[in-house]
């Protein structure tokens, strides 16, 4: 069965900075685009960021543009989200997704989603 396992959430405080990481179970995912979701308490689930399966396209959420950045290693089927400059208003549960698609497609919701991994920034 074809999974996504996300690592790397925590606690953190405001200004500090996490990695996020996406294992891939298997390596049909090299050919996918792939990307981050986030859906804090209370709200719709967001697009964060994603990246085409080559990774010579990447397109980020307007709040995370600068702060955020998505990156993959197809060796290792793994896709990863560095996040600095954290603020409060970035806690939430982040999903890693996949999807056949470009990332265009995938901005509008993957076909593949982990479980997620907290992140929680305190002020």
């Known amino acids: 069965q074809v999974q996504l396992v996300e690592s790397g959430g925590g606690l953190v405080q405001a200004g500090g900075s996490l990695r996020l990481s996406c294992a891939a179970s298997?390596?049909?995912?090299?050919?996918?685009?792939m990307g981050w979701f986030r859906q804090a308490p209370g709200k719709e689930r967001e697009f964060v960021a994603a990246?085409?399966?080559?990774?010579?396209?990447?397109v980020y959420l307007n709040s995370v543009k600068g702060r955020f950045t998505i990156s993959r290693d197809n060796a290792k089927n793994t896709v990863f989200l560095q996040m600095y400059s954290l603020k409060p208003e970035d806690t939430a549960v982040y999903y890693c997704?996949?999807?056949?698609?470009?990332?265009?497609?995938?901005?509008?919701?993957?076909?593949?989603w982990g479980q997620g991994t907290q992140v929680t920034v305190t002020s």
């Open positions: 997704a996949a999807d056949p698609g470009s990332v265009d497609v995938l901005k509008r919701g993957g076909r593949y």
């Open positions: 990246i085409s399966w080559r990774g010579d396209t990447t």
């Open positions: 298997e390596r049909t995912f090299n050919y996918y685009a």
